[in-house]
Each structure stands twice: as C-alpha cells, then as structure tokens.
C-alpha cells in the first residue's frame, strides 16, 4: 500500500509562485512514476505534469510548459511541482498520484493509469 500526501497549496496573486509536495510511503517509491493532476469546479481532472522513475524524463500539459518544473528526491520520497508565473486558470485542486507500473508515454498522461491517489491540495490563484 502506498500513502500519498500533498502540502503547499494556498493563495497567490496571479504572476506569484508556489512549490507543491507529495510525500509518499512505501519502500519502493523511487521505481513509481508519479503524476500531478488538477481539477477544478465544474471540470474534468487534467493532467499537469509526470515523471519518470530515474527523474530523467519529464511530461507536461502544453498550458504548464515553462511555467511549472516537477521533479523528486528519491532519498526523501517526495516528488515536488514548482509553479511560476501561476495564472487564475490554474486555480484548481491539485492530485498527486503514482504508478507501479511503466507507463509508456501516452499513457502517462492518463489518470486511469495510476495505482494510488493523494487527497489533494487547494491552489487559488486570485488578485
């Protein structure tokens, strides 16, 4: 079984930054891929940003390209997503997952995909 626990949501005005955690349990979590996922009001769960077990290869929604960075630290069991330049139409709930598996590419991108889910993390984007 594999917890998963979000932290670093908040409020910002729009152009500011935050950095978002996901701590994970489990012994195994440097093979998991781990995903960000976003869902706002009203609207479907999107995918934000993935990546890879080694931390090598990165995946992002073309909304997020040069704005949000992800990365991990397998020693600490923790994938991060930096976001820069947020944007009120960032505004959303935002998921942590992980996969046991090794998704292809088109595959990463797909919620369905992933084994364990975090509870989420409030992000408002707001002047």
């Known amino acids: 079984q594999v917890q998963l626990v979000e932290s670093g949501g908040g409020l910002v005005q729009p152009g500011g930054s935050l950095r978002l955690s996901c701590a994970a349990s489990?012994?195994?979590?440097?093979?998991?891929?781990m995903g960000w996922f976003r869902q706002a009001p009203g609207k479907e769960r999107e995918f934000v940003a993935a990546i890879r077990w080694s931390g090598i290869s990165t995946y992002y929604i073309d909304s997020v390209k040069g704005r949000f960075t992800i990365s991990r630290d397998n020693a600490k069991n923790t994938v991060y997503l930096q976001m820069n330049g947020l944007k009120p139409e960032d505004t959303a709930v935002y998921l942590c997952a992980a996969s046991v598996h090794s998704l292809p590419a088109k595959f990463i991108v797909e919620g369905a995909q992933y084994d364990y889910w975090g509870q989420g993390t409030q992000v408002t984007v707001s002047s």
């Open positions: 489990g012994r195994t979590f440097s093979t998991y891929a």
